[in-house]
């Protein structure tokens, strides 16, 4: 996806992947709505790119066994770069207890 598109291009063409996704798995939309628990409309407005609330999204993408690309939405960041320049760099050596005698 291009990170110039309008937001109405972006959910047209999120619209139209699901639609490919549920033509190759061979269900109709009223099937898909009834799988997803979701009214018929939600299927159009979604494949319509007019949107749908998150739950019904994340109903759909299951019902069509698409629950993978949630992960993809807001990947895991095992470290955030910001922690990075702000950590402490990795100690070279221990250092001495107070009142103890430098060797």
Excluded: C, Y
């Amino acid at each position: 996806m291009d990170i110039h598109k309008t937001e109405d291009e972006l959910a047209f063409e999120l619209g139209r992947h699901l639609r490919d996704i549920r033509l190759r798995q061979n269900i109709d939309q009223r099937r898909l709505a009834q799988q997803a628990a979701v009214a018929l409309n939600v299927i159009k407005n979604l494949e319509g790119g007019k949107g749908a609330t998150v739950a019904s999204l994340i109903k759909v993408l299951r019902a069509l066994g698409q629950e993978a690309w949630l992960g993809t939405l807001a990947p895991k960041v095992s470290v955030s770069p910001m922690q990075l320049l702000k950590a402490k760099p990795a100690r070279q050596r221990a250092s001495h207890a107070k009142g103890s005698p430098h060797v």
